[in-house]
């Protein structure tokens, strides 16, 4: 994979709710985990859940595992030419649009989160999901994923109203 992506990526990707959704709010999630639990170490000697707060412990701990897992693939998504532009916060790389299976939406976050899936594994692995740009305010009216799915096909028009 070229390292060498040239500077006039489009991107698809939002960069605050990318930069907040993968780096930000994992932080703070887990500090809360570790913290709490030290900070119950620390000032009582012992670690103990009263009764009626047990469900929502082991809620949080389940929960952490498909949200670790989603913040692991989440990425910022762009074009560039006929190539399709993952990055995170460390690498980047390109994939040709003949690579990519499928561009959809994700039933359970409808218009705010993207998943792409590609026929071959890349460095980013073979899904990836991407928050488009203005999701949380273009889901009610609007397909993100739809956006890309014209770029791919080579009509790169907007979506009306975008």
Not at 74 to 80: P, W
């Amino acid at each position: 994979m070229p390292e060498n992506i040239s500077p006039t990526v489009q991107w698809l990707s939002g960069e605050v709710s990318t930069f907040l959704n993968k780096l930000v709010l994992p932080a703070l999630w887990f500090a809360l985990l570790i913290g709490i639990p030290l900070w119950v170490f620390a000032t009582t000697g012992q670690l103990s859940v009263a009764g009626g707060f047990r469900f929502i412990v082991g809620f949080v701990l389940i929960a952490t595992v498909p949200l670790a897992w989603l913040t692991a693939h989440l990425q910022r998504v762009g074009h560039c030419g006929r190539d399709l532009v993952v990055a995170n916060y460390w690498r980047k790389s390109t994939t040709p649009f003949d690579d990519i299976e499928a561009v959809e939406p994700v039933w359970w976050y409808r218009g705010r989160l993207v998943r792409i899936r590609f026929r071959n594994r890349t460095p980013f692995g073979s899904v990836v999901y991407y928050m488009p740009k203005w999701g949380a305010m273009r889901a009610m009216f609007d397909s993100p994923e739809k956006d890309l799915q014209r770029i791919i096909s080579g009509n790169s028009t907007p979506l009306p109203g975008v």
